[in-house]
C-alpha cells in the first residue's frame, strides 16, 4: 500500500477526542493512523509511543488518529471504547471503525498496525506490530521535515 492514495475513512460510528475527520480535510498535513483495539496487549503497549508522537509533533503538522478496530464483539460497544480511552488517557481523535472497514481499506490484519500519510495524501510509510518507535518517529520527521521544506519560501 506504500506510495500509494490513502484511502478515506468508511463507515465510521463515531468519533472520540474530535469531532468527525476526512482524510481529504488534513491535506498539507502529515497524518499518523494507529489501527487498533482496546483488547490487544500489543496495542496498549504502544500506545504511549503514540501518545509521544501527538504530544511532540502536533504543534508542527503531525495529526494523530486511533483508529479503533474491534477484533471482538464486545469491542463494538461504543461505552466500552469510550472507558478505554479515558482510562488509557488517550487525548488524540479516535475513529469508531466498528464494522472493520477502514482498516480492510487500508489492508490490515494485525493489531497494531501504523500508517503514515503525507501532506499530499499518500501512504509513505507502513509498521506492523509494537516496536520500531524510533524508526517510526524517524519517518514522522522526515514527512514533516519535506512538509516545512516545501512551505518555506527558497532563497
Given at each position: 500500500m506504500e506510495d500509494s492514495v490513502a484511502p478515506e475513512f468508511a463507515d465510521i460510528k463515531g468519533w472520540l477526542n474530535s469531532p468527525p475527520l476526512r482524510l481529504s480535510d488534513l491535506r498539507g498535513k502529515v497524518v499518523f493512523l494507529d489501527f487498533w483495539t482496546y483488547s490487544c496487549a500489543n496495542c496498549i503497549r504502544s500506545i504511549p509511543s503514540v501518545m509521544k508522537l501527538h504530544d511532540k509533533y502536533s504543534s508542527r503538522g503531525l495529526v494523530v488518529i486511533g483508529v479503533h478496530t474491534p477484533e471482538f464483539e464486545f469491542e463494538k460497544d461504543p461505552g466500552n471504547v469510550v472507558s478505554a480511552v479515558k482510562r488509557l488517557e488517550i487525548r488524540y481523535p479516535v475513529a469508531l471503525?466498528?464494522?472493520?472497514?477502514?482498516?480492510?481499506?487500508?489492508?490490515?490484519?494485525?493489531?497494531?498496525?501504523?500508517?503514515?500519510?503525507?501532506?499530499?495524501?499518500?501512504?509513505?510509510?507502513?509498521?506492523?506490530?509494537?516496536?520500531?518507535?524510533?524508526?517510526?518517529?524517524?519517518?514522522?520527521?522526515?514527512?514533516?521535515?519535506?512538509?516545512?521544506a516545501r512551505a518555506s519560501p527558497r532563497v
Open positions: 471503525d466498528s464494522t472493520n472497514n477502514t482498516w480492510k481499506l487500508y489492508g490490515d490484519g494485525y493489531w497494531p498496525r501504523q500508517t503514515l500519510v503525507d501532506a499530499n495524501g499518500m501512504v509513505r510509510y507502513e509498521h506492523i506490530g509494537e516496536g520500531g518507535y524510533e524508526e517510526i518517529e524517524d519517518q514522522v520527521k522526515g514527512l514533516l521535515g519535506e512538509l516545512h
